[in-house]
């Protein structure tokens, strides 16, 4: 056959391809393979049948070529077809050795000679050196080496900041902390063209930051534009819309305590792309958190319709008996999840929840260990480990765990009030103040009522120190976030009695048992405040004539 005739078959494949008739493409690329005998038709063969799904064949037909040891694309190729046959030493061993350094440089390679033979086109090219390195990544992580793993990731990114898949392997598995996650991106070296990507990059990670900083993270990116038709203005395309970025900004939100917007935006979004799984897991979160059981209801029961594979799936299912208490049945579909994907940390975090919401804390123990294990990036299985220990009344322990917490992500802010929180326990009243001001001072946005638990707390710290004064300032604070915490009143109302202000103790024990009728504390506290009140008038020497 003519040269012309032989690529005009290569056209057929290549069209064969793109229309997913693989059978089609493997007919026509074997016969284009045998006619020509050339590497580049026995690599598009491979191909076809790859993408056929004829892992073994393909591989064989890889493997049976000598060019395999010398050009990287059928190298690549072939480990992975043995990805697919879920035979990773033999992958590691196709990929050929080489070792690689904690901060993700690749070093003492021992097939420096191979050479990669490009495709003959214009388009951009993720590298080579990258897609192997994530390769590698992703068969250390079958075999339960996560520590190889996360190496030969950060070495994918590097090779090749576009190998977005390996920062979404890091970032999605926690397999980082986020000092390591800044400090990554920060080494990337992005081309001249790429400073959205860069942009982009950094808001896809842990966002502890000020709100000035995330929202002029999120504003240089939605101000990113690409103009369709250079003359016309109007045809300017910006990612403000991007499903992606709203994503990351929902997320942000959640972080910040600020559920309703979060569910709002996640809303949103899930009506333009109902099947953006990274919103649907975001949006679950925020619904258990406002108590939404309905919405939960719903959304479980069409990805379970749609996903019955997919451990997000169950995880909705049991999102959603965790938030109506029935949390036997929530247990066992987060069990479910575990088991569908053992690295997917939100289902191992709920699991423990489960347990811990019952008091069963040797279980939710067993649960957050196994998080922390696999996820050592994830500061929440620490900080909820520090949790039952301070349940058990373990304070020396929690706070143990929860300096560990902080060392893995030292900008949430419920890590430092949990450290108060156990300093107040221990009757270290001043360390608690400190833990509790700083909570305060690392809140990324204006106070809201979710932190008015931390303003009470650094109340009742200051009372304990009989700083009366600066304690009445952060209760009426606290109530400014909230008017309905009988806490808040009774704190109010003892600082006031403490300082023999009888008539305005009485006023907020009034609230405070208005709020709470039962009240044990507020009720005794009363008389004492009315009995103290009524002998301030009696004279000392005539009241027990």
Known sequence: MREEEMEKLRGVVRDCVSKHLYSSAIFFADKVAAFTADPADIYMQAQALFLGRHYRRAFHLLNASKIVL???????????????????????????????????????????????????????????????????????????????????????????????????????????????????????????????????????????????????????????????????????????????????????????????????????????????LKTTLVHLAAAVELGHSNELYLMSCNLVKDYPQMALSWFAVGCYYYCIKKYDQSRRYFSKATSLDGTFPPAWIGYGNAYAAQEEGDQAMSAYRTAARLFPGCHLATLYIGMECMRTHSYKLAEQFFTQAKSICPSDPLVYNELGVVAYHMEEYKKAVWWFEKTLALVPTTLSEIWESTVVNLAHAYRKLKMYREAISYYEKALALSTRSVSTYAGLAYTYHLQDDFTTAIAYYHKALWLKPDDQFCTEMLSWALIDESRRGVDPSLEFR
């Not at 990258?130 to 075999?143: N, Q």
């Not at 030969?152 to 986020?178: G, R, S």
């Open 70 to 276: 010398t050009d990287l694309r059928f190298r690549y190729l072939a480990a992975k077809c043995l990805e697919e046959l879920k035979e990773w030493d033999q992958c590691l061993s196709m990929l050929g050795e080489a070792k690689v350094d904690d901060d993700g440089n690749v070093y003492d390679m021992k097939d420096s000679n191979v050479m990669y033979l490009d495709k003959d086109c214009e388009d951009r090219e993720i590298n080579i050196s990258s897609a192997i390195c994530f390769l590698r990544g992703k068969a250390y992580e079958a075999l339960e080496n996560r520590a190889q793993a996360r190496m030969w990731y950060k070495a994918a990114i590097k090779a090749d900041p576009l190998c977005y898949e390996a920062l979404e392997c890091l970032i999605e598995n926690h397999m980082l902390t986020c000092e390591e996650e800044a400090n990554l991106i920060s080494s990337l070296q992005f081309g001249s063209e790429d400073g959205w990507l860069s942009s982009f990059y950094s808001c896809l990670i842990k966002k502890y930051d000020k709100e000035n900083i995330v929202v002029a993270k999120f504003r240089d990116l939605e101000n990113e534009s690409c103009k369709s038709d250079q003359s016309d203005s109007s045809f300017l395309r910006t990612l403000k819309s991007n499903t992606d970025l709203l994503a990351c900004k929902a997320e942000y939100y959640h972080q910040c305590g600020e559920y309703q917007k979060c569910f709002e935006l996640t809303n949103d979004l899930l009506e333009k792309d109902l099947f953006h």
